[in-house]
């Protein structure tokens, strides 16, 4: 190894720093602690000994003023130390940037999260967290609703008791009499359904319950109802089932029934008003269409819900698609991992992966809260990320639901703890005016997600979307501008810009480059 002899600028910094302090006596038991330090550090070849030492003697500096030179240690024997622990490092980091630098740095990290560490639990605890919770309340449930527990482990128990009338809520959950009437007052209008598994992550004793929110409609719903937009279908629709917005992404609508029904939907205009079973006749059509035009390469694969299609159909629809030299990619869209785990049994798993050994498939799931997530959800996911591609989170910013960092953050870290992976994050659309009560504003979630960068793992972070014919991204822009050669970025987690030297165009320009130079 090659022995450095000479301290960086971050050492010389700090010990000027360190012996620019008072000379004089500490108390004796300060000095023998440190004593004890000092032959430490220099007796044996531990890195961890010296900065110990050196955080100690900062300390000393910053709060009481001291040089080290209350210790005995001479500013030569700290130079010795910094020579030693320099080339100790296996990456010969310096003691001035471990110790004065990288140190403050991770301090100053740490305090941007700890606000957060701090909250999480407790304004957006994880169904993990609420295991024992959700289980007093599915025994209850099952009990009020009479299932057995074969019922409750099986997805046609799960749907044949579905909570759909104000009168079985009324019965699992303690809701004021009027928020009932109102219930019934929405109902004759849009559809209300929950399956048992799914009521049960709602904390009964709480009216703003982020799982209720989505579930149980308000009588905003009807109230809100404005202007009608004509749903997305309406000029998106080339063919039969079909959805398309981009050339080569196309969308079939292949059920219109999920296994519960949101409040915020943004297909309200189609799901859930009367469950219909299309024909082999309209799934051939929409086939048709997508064999035909050859630019398409990825089939997305959606309702209502994917996993309400019968394992028959859903396996016919992958293969007739895997059939197709252009269709490269696949993707299954739905909710029913984190409202009904039930459905994903061997035979589903069996189809996903038989399909996905042919081409990739994506599982595109939607999880709005960390509250959905429970060791059963969590399960499933497991199991239906080992036989697919990706399993992918599309989640809707809602009010009092997940409209705050602390909320967001911790559903996209307790989703990925789970094998999602957070892919987007939707501002809830101005299309359907009756969940209006629900929106939040395009800056607020900005802020929010923004506020992940730096903070938590990078493939967590959501991309910020708003849906208006086409996704379109609604992230700041963190390039604030130019300096000559230099790009000026902004750091999103400290708002601390940095200039960033651009590539030089006339070097960018040079066709003859690399082993071209030598023709
Ligand atoms: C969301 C969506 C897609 C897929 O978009 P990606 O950005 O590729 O996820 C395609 N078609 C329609 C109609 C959609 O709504
Ligand atoms: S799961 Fe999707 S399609 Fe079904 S009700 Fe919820 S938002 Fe609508």
Same mark, same amino acid.
């Given at each position: ?36 330090? @000092?032959? &430490? ?50 990456? +010969?980091?310096?003691? +001035? ?36 919770? *959700? ?10 609703? +009479? ?48 399956? !048992? ?112 299609? !019968?394992? &028959? ?37 069996? @189809? ?14 939607? %999880? ?96 910020? %979307? ?5 996704? *379109? ?13 230099? %790009? ?16 030089? !165009? ?14």
């Amino acid at each position: 190894m090659l022995f450095k002899e000479h301290l960086d600028e971050y050492t010389e910094d700090f010990f000027d720093l360190l012996y620019s302090g008072e000379h004089r006596e500490d108390s004796a038991e300060d000095a023998s602690r440190v004593w004890e330090m @000092i032959q &430490k550090a220099q007796s044996g070849n531990c890195v961890q000994d010296i900065v110990d030492l050196f955080l100690f003697l900062k300390q000393a500096r910053m709060e009481k003023g001291l040089s080290p030179e209350f210790t005995g240690l001479a500013r030569s024997d700290a130079v010795g130390l910094a020579l030693k622990h320099q080339n100790l490092d296996e990456h +010969g980091v310096s003691l +001035g940037g471990r110790v004065n630098q990288a140190a403050s740095i991770v301090q100053q990290a740490g305090d941007r999260v700890n606000s957060y560490l701090e909250a999480r639990d407790r304004e957006a605890p994880s169904g993990m967290l609420l295991w024992e919770r *959700i289980q007093e309340n599915h025994s209850r449930i099952r009990e009020v609703l +009479g299932m057995s527990m074969q019922d409750w482990d099986s997805f046609s128990g799960q749907l044949k008791y579905a909570i759909e009338s104000p009168q079985t809520l009324e019965s699992i959950l303690n809701l004021p009499p009027r928020a009932l009437e109102e219930v019934g007052r929405v109902t004759r209008d849009y559809r209300m359904r929950l399956t !048992p598994y799914y009521a049960g992550l709602i904390m009964p004793e709480r009216l703003d319950d982020p799982v209720l929110l989505q579930a149980v409609p308000t009588g905003e719903m009807v109230d809100n109802a404005g202007i009608e937009i004509p749903p997305v279908a309406a000029d998106h629709s080339p063919a039969r089932l079909i959805d398309q917005f981009y050339p080569r992404v196309v969308t079939i609508k292949a059920t219109n029934m999920c296994a519960m029904y949101c409040t915020h939907c943004l297909r309200i205009a189609h799901i859930g008003k009367k469950d219909r079973i299309y024909t082999e006749q309209a799934y051939g059509e929409a086939l048709d269409y997508i064999r035909r035009d050859t630019r398409i390469r990825d089939v997305l694969i959606t309702g209502g819900d994917a996993f309400m299609l !019968p394992n &028959k159909v859903l396996r016919n629809i992958l293969a007739e698609l895997d059939s197709m030299d252009h269709v490269r990619l696949k993707r299954l869209g739905t909710r029913i991992p984190v409202t009904t785990p039930q459905r994903v049994d061997q035979e589903l798993l069996d @189809i996903l992966e038989e399909s996905n050994d042919k081409k990739p498939l994506r599982v595109v799931t939607q %999880i709005n809260t960390a509250q959905e997530i429970t060791p059963v959800s969590r399960e499933a996911f497991k199991q239906i990320s080992r036989v697919v591609f990706a399993v992918l989170n599309q989640a809707v910013l809602l009010k009092g639901i997940n409209d705050t960092f602390v909320k967001m953050a911790h559903l996209c870290e307790t989703i990925q703890e789970a094998y999602v992976r957070p892919y987007y994050i939707f501002n809830c659309s101005y299309r359907n005016p009756q969940f209006s009560h629900l929106r939040v504003p395009v800056e607020k979630g900005r802020d929010i997600v923004e506020g992940m960068y730096g903070n938590i793992s990078g493939d967590a972070i959501p991309r910020y %979307i708003a849906t208006a014919g086409g996704k *379109i991204p609604l992230h700041r822009s963190n390039v604030l501008g130019r300096d000559q050669g230099d %790009i000026i970025l902004q750091k999103p987690w400290s708002g601390e810009q940095v200039k960033y030297p651009d590539a030089d !165009p006339e070097v960018y320009s040079e066709s003859r480059w690399g082993l071209k130079r030598y023709e």
